[in-house]
């Protein structure tokens, strides 16, 4: 891929985030996210052939994008594991107030929307989920002795 291509499908993978967070993904149309990304309606085409592609794109980015945009600040400030899942909730509860409880989580909301409808989006939402709570496993994991007797540091999940 050339380093333009490479811009250019950046574009779209931003602008097809911030609409699906802040629109739904029903609501946001492939116009929509090339206009918004300052692209071509054929360039969007030629990245991703379907909304589905561009859905799963946006999705393995936030996996990506984990650590760097929202964990790293948080774990910074926070020696202590218990402060860092504090922190983590702090952010939330800043996000909504910021967006008067219009802005939810951006996993959570497209997973309402998307899981029963696109089935093959529903392994990358759950990763995402997985990797959150990886992190906050990890963070009581490093707290056991401070946890109240018979609280396990981890959950047993299952997969989907």
């Known amino acids: 891929m050339t380093p333009a291509n ?10 097809a985030m911030e609409l699906f967070t802040f629109q739904g993904y029903a609501a946001t149309g492939l116009a929509q996210i090339a206009r918004k990304a300052g692209v071509l309606p054929g360039s969007l085409h030629y990245f991703f052939p379907t909304k589905q592609d561009l859905l799963h794109a946006t999705l393995e980015r936030r996996k990506e994008l984990l650590w760097d945009e929202v964990l790293e600040r948080i774990w910074a400030e926070h020696d202590d594991p218990i402060e860092r899942v504090f922190g983590l909730l702090a952010g939330y509860r800043r996000m909504l107030d910021l967006t008067d409880f219009a802005h939810g989580c951006p996993i959570g909301n ?4 998307v899981s029963q409808t696109h089935p ?8 995402n989920f997985d990797n959150w709570l990886d992190h906050v496993e990890r963070c009581f994991a490093e707290s056991t002795d401070r946890l109240p007797a018979g609280v396990a540091p981890v959950s047993s999940r299952r997969s989907c």
């Open 6 to 15: 490479s811009v250019t499908r950046e574009k779209l993978i931003a602008a």
């Open 110 to 113: 497209l997973v309402i929307e």
């Open 120 to 127: 093959d989006a529903r392994r990358l939402l759950v990763q």
